[in-house]
């Protein structure tokens, strides 16, 4: 026989070779056809390993099936050449496989990345060239050899790696979607399967046990690939749908807090002047009974009146911070140092509190230093008054990219997530009349709009909470 054939009945060589390499190019084409630019999951960054694996094994069984049906008729010095060729085509190919599984255990045990970057590949290519080694030059040396030694050192341990981190990866999506997770167990398992087939025995023979052409096995589990993977990938829309919605949500919120903090305003500029005007009477009217033998009978409640014109005043000089005017006031501002004299303002108040405070020379950024102080303050408060017998506060400052951010965490009882959704709105308190305004938050929130960044809070299982503030580098002046 002119080429290392193969057992099967001879009218199935085409369609199983046929459907063979379809199953393999469809799952490239699905793999290559999805934008996952957006994508946060990691395995997206290493997915096109995969196609080519998958594009470069469908260019193998649709060659391999050339070379079956019209090898025979070849010339014998052009074998040589056209074995070669398909022994580098599954060199290639499983060695894609092998850089995928490598890729996937990294994402799965991102701790060991670079010791697995390293040690998988140079353990697999070495036992390889051992192998090769071994046969070069001695009668023992074929292609079939070496066709089967690539397939045992490279395709299976590919095989059986990525299977097994897909399987593993699967869990890391079930918050995001259960089918989807369950389509990467699917892709592991057949994975892992095919890789059996195709890594350990040799092409051309029967499946050990059960019997039948090697092929039609390794043609099904190609079928059970493409099916699970070709599912996998809706994990990828999900996600997508996930984060619109996420942004939907973001945007009302937003839109929500920007005219509610409009209206406020106007409400405080027009109740300022009248309460100035009560501030004024109400003084003068103290004066007035003050010279007069009456005064012990009233002193009581102008001092009641007082103590709420001052509330009263207070919330509206607050209210007024969501002034959204053109601020010129921006300049080069280093947010490590605002936090530094944010904890000096608070002097004695933080003694009862193991401060935390872990600061990395974010450099300097384009913003408004007194609102900023105002902001951290408000936060810093907030944590404090969740932990009135004192507790932990972490503060830590870090550079990320084009942004700086300021992560402020508290031991306290942390926020419920029906009230999670809340916080930031005007006048929203879940404290004691008298104690909280409410206002703090919102505050918080129209000074980083201001600043073109973010505030967010959240609550990991109820215990502590954490706030995240976002700020860009360079300021959105504008506002
Ligand atoms: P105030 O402090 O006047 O109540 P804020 O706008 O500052 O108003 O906060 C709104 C609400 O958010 C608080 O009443 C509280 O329920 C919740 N909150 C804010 N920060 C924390 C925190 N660190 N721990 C627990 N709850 C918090
Ligand atoms: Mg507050």
């Known amino acids: 026989m002119a080429y290392d054939g193969t057992m099967i009945e001879e009218y199935l060589v085409f ?30 960054r290493c997915l096109w390993l995969f196609a080519l694996f998958a594009y470069t094994h469908a260019l193998l069984e649709w060659y391999s099936l050339y ?38 255990l990294g994402i799965v045990f991102p701790e060991r990345k670079n010791t697995l970057y390293l040690t998988v590949p140079t353990l697999v290519f070495l036992f390889f060239a051992a192998t090769l080694y071994r046969y070069h030059g001695s009668a023992g040396f074929s292609f079939s050899v070496a066709d089967l030694s690539i397939r045992n050192f490279i395709g299976f341990p590919g095989g059986v790696i990525a299977g097994l981190g897909l399987i593993l990866y699967s869990q890391t999506v079930r918050h995001i979607s259960r089918r989807g997770a369950l389509n990467f167990l699917g892709a592991g398992i057949s994975l892992a399967s095919y890789s059996v087939l195709a890594g350990l025995v ?34 990828f829309d999900v996600e997508r749908k996930q984060q619109i919605e996420e942004r939907l949500i973001r945007f009302a919120q937003s839109e929500k807090l920007h005219s509610l903090g409009k209206l406020a305003f106007g409400i405080a500029h027009e109740i300022n002047n009248p309460l100035g005007n009560v501030s004024i009477n109400a003084e003068l009217l103290k004066n007035d009974l003050q010279s007069t033998d009456q005064f012990p009978l009233y002193e009581k409640r102008l001092i009641a009146i007082e103590r709420n014109l001052d509330r009263a005043s207070k919330i509206a000089k607050e209210l007024l911070f969501f002034s959204t005017n053109k601020e010129t006031d921006f300049q080069s501002t280093e947010i490590d140092e605002i936090l530094k004299s944010t904890l000096e303002l608070l002097g004695s108040r933080r003694n009862a509190y193991d401060i935390n405070l872990s600061l990395m020379a974010t450099g300097p950024i384009s913003a408004i230093p007194w609102k900023l102080e105002e902001v951290f303050l408000n936060v810093i408060l907030n944590a404090m008054e969740a932990m009135p017998e004192g507790g932990r506060i972490g503060i830590a400052s870090e550079r990320r990219g084009a942004r700086v951010l300021v992560r402020i965490s508290d031991d306290g009882p942390g926020i419920s997530s029906d009230v999670l959704p809340n916080v930031l709105d005007p006048f929203f308190t879940t404290k004691a009349v008298g104690k909280g305004t409410g206002l703090g938050l919102s505050i918080c929130f129209g000074i980083m709009e201001m600043h073109g960044g973010s505030i967010e809070l959240s609550s990991p299982d109820g215990a502590g909470t954490t706030v995240v503030l976002d700020f860009p580098i360079g300021a959105k002046n504008d506002v």
């Open 67 to 104: 070379l079956i049906l019209y090898s025979v008729s070849f010339p014998v010095d052009l074998l040589q050449s056209v074995n070669l060729v398909k022994l580098v085509l599954v060199l290639v190919s499983f060695s894609f496989l092998l850089l995928f599984a490598v890729s996937i």
């Open 15 to 44: 369609p199983l070779y046929l459907f063979y390499g379809m199953a393999f190019f469809a799952m490239g084409v699905s793999i290559t056809s999805r934008d996952t630019r957006a994508s946060q999951l990691k395995i997206a």
């Open 202 to 235: 040799p092409s051309g023979g029967a499946l050990p046990l059960l019997g039948g052409p090697i092929e039609l096995y390794r043609g099904f589990s190609a079928l059970f690939i493409l099916y699970f993977v070709m599912h996998a990938l809706h994990i």
